[in-house]
């Protein structure tokens, strides 16, 4: 189904407004479906209703299902991002072919689940136990160079990075010059070679954080669901984000407590994730003397 804006949805210059639309604000046209005739009016008033609570296209990321081969229902959460920049992809086309737009966005509606829902399953499958080095350059912004794949399986990767990285969880200037720290360390980059059958890893990183992931990602592959993937993915990232702010507690309390000291190096030591969490708050921390002291103490009982 496509949505043809009358009033208020688009600017004159295509670009789109924070607006919900009221009944009168749309059009539907059905492009393809494999739905019997007499079962089209059932689906224009279900997608009609969606539309009408800005649950659709309007930021949502939210794709409504009525028995079409093409929309599944995904709860607001799952796959958003992804989501919305396929639909941001399938306005771009539209607005590119607008004289021709049922061969032109029939064919891109065809690939949606493949390519907005299924590369987080791909990857798993093609990296199995590599994963955790994957997730490891993830957590850590690592730079990540791929060579000899397809361009699907290049996609791909760069989607799962994308997804199980931290952005939007951490603040913005962190990540920011986290990236520009592990970019200047050169001999840290990881290098994926696809040329063969399996990809092989050089500079590779790793944890016990991210093994431990890993194998729930590899165990939840028996089943072959991708949402279920998504979910691993997200736990992953909640968990990570549950140890950085308890490690920075732990910090703040070692400011003025030895004992506490001790507690940030037994709390790095068992997490199995020390490595990427000290870069993290050591970043984090750079400008406030009495805490990048405690970060400072923390590298060198690490190293010992």
Excluded at 23 to 47: C, G, K, M, V
Excluded at 119 to 125: M, T, Y
Excluded at 161 to 173: C, D, I, N, S
Aim: with cysteine; charged share 25%.
């Amino acid at each position: 189904a496509s949505r043809s804006a009358q009033q208020g949805a688009a600017g004159g210059d295509g670009s789109a407004v924070a607006h919900t639309p009221s009944a009168e604000d749309f059009s539907l046209s059905l492009l393809d479906t494999n739905l019997p005739a007499e079962a089209e009016t059932e689906l224009r008033s279900f997608i009609a209703k969606r539309l009408t609570k800005g649950a659709l296209f309007e930021g949502m990321g939210n794709v409504a299902s009525v028995g079409l081969r093409y929309i599944f229902e995904i709860t607001e959460d799952t796959f958003r991002l992804e989501l919305d920049k396929y639909i941001q992809n399938l306005k771009i086309n539209v607005d590119l072919e607008q004289k021709n737009v049922e061969a032109c966005v029939s064919p891109y509606l065809r690939s949606w689940f493949e390519d907005a829902i299924c590369p987080i399953q791909r990857v798993v499958q093609l990296f199995q136990d590599k994963l955790a080095s994957l997730l490891h350059a993830a957590l850590s912004y690592t730079p990540v160079e791929v060579r000899n794949a397809d361009e699907r399986t290049e996609k791909d990767i760069s989607r799962f990075l994308a997804a199980a990285g931290l952005q939007g969880l951490v603040q913005e200037g962190t990540m920011t010059s986290l990236c520009i720290a592990m970019t200047e360390e050169q001999h840290k980059s990881m290098v994926i070679d696809c040329s063969g059958p399996q990809p092989q890893l050089h500079n590779a990183g790793n944890n016990k954080f991210c093994e431990d992931w890993m194998q729930a990602f590899v165990n939840g592959a028996e089943g072959g669901n991708p949402f279920l993937f998504r979910q691993i993915l997200e736990n992953f990232k909640l968990k990570a984000i549950q140890d950085i702010n308890n490690l920075k507690r732990f910090i703040r309390q070692a400011e003025m407590n030895h004992y506490a000291l001790f507690k940030c190096f037994l709390f790095l030591k068992n997490c199995g994730s020390g490595d990427i969490l000290l870069k993290i708050v050591k970043v984090e921390h750079a400008e406030m003397p009495e805490a990048r002291n405690v970060v400072t103490v923390l590298e060198e009982f690490m190293r010992e």
